[in-house]
């Protein structure tokens, strides 16, 4: 099953690094009565994910919070060592961006998001995708099309769709 506009995000379990080591944080909890946009990438560090991607949640952080959304999610299929440096990197930690690690790809894989490419060394790793949830359930989805591409799934995108729908903090 693919998830869609109008599903209820499935249970699973995503790791960050707290100050005493690895979390598990659980979907049901970060989104129970709150307005969350999560992201997905294929993999940390990657070229378009590191370049594209995680920059266009850094420029629209503000905007996105200024209509509802409650907190915006990064998960890739990476454990949360990398993640944590990721965030780094990038500066997503200090723009707000949380980094969550999907360790063992079950909810990507939960979602229907999960591919392959061995040529490139990428197994078992996401969609690129954007969506927006509210209460845990599927109230926007953006899934990039093209490879290598971040143009449905980037922040910009997500912002143009809550505008067009009217989305706001109320």
Known sequence: MTITVGNR???????????NGPEQLSISGLTAGRKVVI???????????????VPSFIRTHDALKARG????????VNDPFVMKAWAEATGADKAGI????DADGSFTRA????????????????KRYAMLAEDGVVKVFN???????????GGEAMLDTLEGSGENAA
């Open 98 to 101: 949380t980094m969550l690690a």
């Open 39 to 53: 992201f997905a990438v294929p993999g940390a560090f990657s070229a378009t994910c590191h370049m594209a991607h």
């Open 143 to 153: 899934l990039e099309t093209a490879r290598g591409t971040c143009e449905m799934s």
């Open 111 to 126: 979602l229907g998001m999960q591919f392959d490419i061995p040529a490139v060394g990428l197994i078992g790793r996401s």
């Open 9 to 19: 995000l499935p249970e699973a379990t995503l790791v960050r690094m707290g100050e």
């Open 69 to 76: 959304v409650d907190e915006i999610i990064c998960i890739s």
